[in-house]
């Protein structure tokens, strides 16, 4: 005969996936016969569900559903406002390499053009763009109009450039036409990067459904 403590020993050492050391035949046939044991195995199997289990845990909801939902919003609202700061710093330094080259492009047509007034009127209105530039990427709110100014600068410059190349006239600059451009792009980068937040906050806030 087999006593208690050896079944519950074997029981035990079954339930935590050990060798149990008797023939599971024969602590089954005690088991079924004996109310103690029975109670045992219960036990022990209620508390390894409770301690050892996975599926339970997973079942039991959150301690708190809305400080999860809160932290997953709060984790959504850094990442986006991380992402801002990054385009926006990387707008801002776009910008002020432009008004390096807006300025170098005024100096070189001083240096190269003498004292003729379409010359001095030209290399101001460069250092206007690169003033108006400067202020941009200081208050990133301006843009829209000094992007006014330098689209339609852009679109003249390619107007000539393609009426030099039609009628083969004239001296085609590609500086002429790359500064503006890239003026452009810096402006449009910088302000998507900092109106575009908002743009897509106001988007989720009237796609969110009240109800
Ligand atoms: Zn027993």
Redesign the pocket.
């Known amino acids: 005969m087999v006593s208690?403590e050896e079944?519950q020993a074997a029981l035990s050492a079954r339930i935590d996936g050990e060798p149990a050391g008797l023939d599971d035949a024969i602590v089954d046939a005690?088991v079924s016969n004996?109310a103690?044991?029975r109670a045992f195995l219960d036990q022990a199997l209620a508390l390894s569900q409770e301690f050892g289990g996975t599926e339970r845990p997973a079942l039991d909801p959150p301690q708190d559903l809305s400080a999860v939902i809160l932290a997953s919003v709060d984790d959504e609202w850094r990442r986006l406002s991380h992402r801002r700061a990054l385009g926006l710093a990387v707008g801002r330094i776009l910008l002020l390499v432009m008004v390096v080259l807006w300025v170098l492009w005024a100096v070189s047509l001083i240096v190269a053009g003498g004292e003729e007034p379409v010359v001095a009127s030209s290399a101001s209105v460069r250092l206007g763009v690169a003033l108006a530039l400067a202020f941009t990427a200081w208050k990133p709110r301006q843009i829209p109009g000094v992007l006014l100014i330098v689209g339609t600068m852009f679109t003249f410059t390619v107007g000539f450039a393609v009426r030099d190349a039609v009628l083969a006239t004239g001296q085609f600059e590609p500086v002429a036409v790359f500064i503006p451009f890239a003026s452009v792009i810096a402006l449009v980068w910088t302000w998507i990067a900092d109106r575009g937040g908002e743009a897509r906050r106001a988007w989720r806030v009237l796609g969110a459904n009240p109800q």
């Open positions: 208690h079944v005690h004996c103690e044991c």
